[in-house]
T-cell receptor, first 111, second 116 residues
């Protein structure tokens, strides 16, 4: 059974640019949630999508957005990048709140 | 709102000694509780989880945790530490107050150091 696939693994962007990260969940899982991990703030919940609808959103500015496609794959987008957006972005796939499987993450560096 | 507190950002134990990582939570509804481990430059791997039923939960790599509702705790233990256990450990809670899968709230993490 394939796990959660996040692409790309590493990314370097310049301040002001925008970036799109991708997450392919485990087959059959309809929920995808996104998290930002930084040394200072730890792991913070960004948003959660279920059947193409955003059901929950964390306390992040509107520059952070996402979407989910009919095949449950999800993308998150960050516009007008800031240095503070440098982080490991993790997505998690779940079939219910009883289990979350994480991908290996995308390491974003903003220079 | 749910929250998780992990006592001790760093814990150091000798190889072969007991590992105890502490986690306390707050939740307005019966929680689902998780422990994850993270190795450098990797994602999170599930060690164990409590949903319902037996309060003593056994996980991978010899870890176990006990859900104590009266103490709102979910401490992680391992009888004998191994060098390969050195990693970052995260406690997380999901209370699903919105119904279904609503994401996880994490503690700040505990860095486990194993002394030879």
């Amino acid at each position: 059974k394939a796990g959660v696939t996040q692409t790309p693994r590493y990314l370097i962007k310049t301040r002001g640019q925008q970036v799109t990260l991708s997450c392919s969940p485990i087959s059959g899982h309809r929920s995808v949630s996104w998290y930002q991990q930084t040394p200072g703030q730890g792991l913070q919940f960004l948003f959660e999508y279920f059947s193409e609808t955003q059901r929950n959103k964390g306390n992040f500015p509107g520059r952070f957005s996402g979407r989910q496609f009919s095949n449950s794959r999800s993308e998150m987008n960050v516009s007008t990048l800031e240095l503070g957006d440098s982080a490991l972005y993790l997505c998690a796939s779940s079939a219910s709140r009883a289990g979350y499987t994480f991908g290996s993450g995308t390491r974003l560096t903003v220079v | 709102a749910q929250s998780v507190t992990q006592l001790g950002s760093h814990v150091s134990v000798s190889e072969g000694a007991l590992v105890l990582l502490r986690c306390n939570y707050s939740s307005s509804v019966p929680p689902y509780l998780f422990w994850y481990v993270q190795y450098p430059n990797q994602g999170l791997q599930l060690l164990l989880k409590y949903t319902t039923g037996a309060t003593l939960v056994k996980g991978i790599n010899g870890f176990e945790a006990e859900f104590k509702k009266s103490e709102t705790s979910f401490h992680l233990t391992k009888p004998s530490a191994h060098m390969s256990d050195a990693a970052e450990y995260f406690c997380a809670v999901s209370d699903g107050t919105g119904g279904g899968a609503d994401g996880l709230t994490f503690g700040k993490g505990t860095h486990l150091i194993i002394q030879p």
